[in-house]
């Protein structure tokens, strides 16, 4: 929802160095080393996915990797755990719809 | 293929501390975990441990952490991350996906499976809506990415996890609304509990959360109260404007590993679930096998250290390392400490269950 940018245990946030990621089309400023998720969170995204039977929204739940509730497509690779999956400069990020499909080129064949 | 006298299975406090013991006696070790960074939930934990000096009360998890790191720096000790463990057959072979992408084998001597826990959920109306969340999901995201994930959040659950992540989420500037507790009284230390409270959070206790309100993500919680079959009481809700909803219901240690390798269990309610059976040198009923940390039985980081101590002592012994008057006497020690922080109020449940495990592991050696 949003940086926290004082804190009084970890103190101010110090400069990192930022890259530029995009979710559905919209640029977003994250930074280096931090997972997805928490880029997205900070940037007020909550919703990652919708189901494939009853297309209900699915955001971070665990956040460690063990319950794949955040799973998103990411440069083209669907079910991709969003919360244990570091920012990459130019990552392209998706919403997932059900059980996503590969975005290969010329392989757009839905699983 | 790669052979190691010792492979850890998982770099967080006890998996780190079993492989340090390990390398400080002279065997060759691999630490495997599939997370990007050591230390496994210790860099999240910002409040100041439990325990005596010794078992380094009054220190962060956090610098905790960082020492252990150091450590294990300091004895260049082979760590292999982003490397999950997938499988651990009978003859000792170690099957690891390394770095994400390479399928390889490594043959092991001993094995020390500290895999750690997940967290408990509670199933409710709307309990899948973004927003609702572990309150270690949202521990990480505070104090390891300093990203909030909400405004104004519901907590369920006031054990320890319960009351620490509220007042961490106080300390990251978001508003806690109530700390809902379906038994009568509270269930974290005294300590936890008043610094929340003191800071105004009202406690819920016989309340549940019965559904989570919203469209698209969690805008609201409503709570009821519990009647003495802790059945809701009808007429008894009460709506909570919310964007969050943290879950501190208690961890299962994750024990898949250990039932591919083929060791035996036991259910043990008060640590968490069922539980690879062990002895007081945390071997498995599987010759070779040690388990150390969440994996033996939920309990905290300060005992997860000494447990994997003691799984190092007694892996590096068994090949070896020590003779048997030096590990008695390294163990002996371990027991101490294991002791102290397995006493008091809090404390004794854990004590009096471990002690049923060991039992068990005596009773299934003379089947």
Redesign the interface.
């Known amino acids: 929802m949003s940086r926290i940018k004082e804190h009084p245990i970890l103190g101010n946030e110090i400069r990192r160095k930022k890259v530029t990621i995009y979710c559905d089309n919209r640029e977003i400023k994250a930074y280096e080393g931090e997972m997805i998720a928490a880029a997205l969170i900070a940037n007020g995204i909550r919703t990652f996915r919708y189901t494939k039977r009853f297309d209900k929204p699915r955001g971070l739940y665990c956040g460690i990797g063990r319950c794949t509730d955040c799973v998103m497509t990411v440069n083209g690779i669907p079910n991709v755990r969003t919360c244990i999956t570091p920012v990459e400069e130019g990552m392209v990020i998706t919403t997932q719809e059900g059980l996503g499909c590969w975005e290969r080129s010329g392989d757009n064949e839905k699983i | 293929m790669k052979k190691y006298e010792v492979v850890v299975v998982g770099a967080g406090p006890a998996g780190l501390s079993a492989a340090i013991e390990c390398a400080r006696a002279g065997a060759k070790v691999l630490v495997a975990d599939?997370?990007?960074k050591p230390g496994g939930?210790l860099f999240k934990q910002?409040h100041k441990f439990f325990g005596s000096k010794e078992h380094k009360a009054g220190v962060?998890g956090i610098y905790i952490g960082e020492q252990l790191l150091k450590e294990t720096e300091n004895l260049s000790i082979e760590v292999w991350l982003g490397s999950e463990v997938c499988g651990i057959d009978a003859d000792k072979s170690v099957w690891i996906i390394k770095n994400k992408e390479e399928s390889c084998c490594v043959k092991a001597e001993r094995i020390i499976i500290a895999s750690g826990a997940?967290?408990n959920s509670i199933a409710f109306e709307g309990w899948?809506?973004?927003?609702?969340?572990?309150a270690?999901?949202?521990?990480?995201?505070?104090?390891?990415?300093?990203?909030?994930?909400?405004?104004r959040v519901l907590m369920i659950g006031s054990g320890n996890v319960g009351v620490i992540v509220s007042y961490q989420l106080l300390?990251?500037?978001a508003e806690v609304v109530g700390i809902v507790e379906a038994a009568s009284a509270l269930g974290g230390y005294g300590v936890h509990t008043a610094k929340v409270r003191r800071a105004g959070v009202p406690f819920y206790t016989g309340y549940t959360v019965k559904r989570g309100i919203g469209e698209?993500?969690i805008e609201a919680a409503e709570i009821v109260k519990l009647d003495s079959d802790w059945k809701h009481i009808p007429g008894s809700e009460k709506i909570l404007t919310a964007?969050t909803i943290c879950l501190a219901v208690g961890l299962t240690p994750?024990i898949e590993l250990a039932w591919l390798a083929g060791c035996r269990f036991t259910y043990s309610a008060k640590l968490g679930g069922h539980i690879p059976v062990h002895n007081k040198y945390m071997e498995t009923t599987v010759k070779g096998i040690y388990i150390a940390g969440d994996v033996s039985g939920i309990e905290e980081a300060s005992t997860a250290m000494e447990e994997g101590r003691l799984a190092g002592i007694s892996a590096a012994w068994s090949l070896g390392y020590y003779d048997d008057q030096e590990a008695e006497i390294l163990i002996e020690e371990e027991w101490r400490k294991l002791n102290l922080l397995r006493c008091g109020q809090f404390g004794v449940n854990r004590k009096v269950s471990k002690d049923e495990i060991l039992n068990k592991w005596e009773e299934m050696r003379n089947e």
Do not use: F
Request: aromatic share 6%.
């Open positions: 599939e997370n990007n939930q910002i962060r997940t967290e899948t809506l973004p927003g609702v969340m572990g270690g999901a949202a521990q990480t995201m505070m104090n390891c990415y300093r990203v909030l994930p909400g405004k300390q990251a500037g698209k993500y964007d994750l």
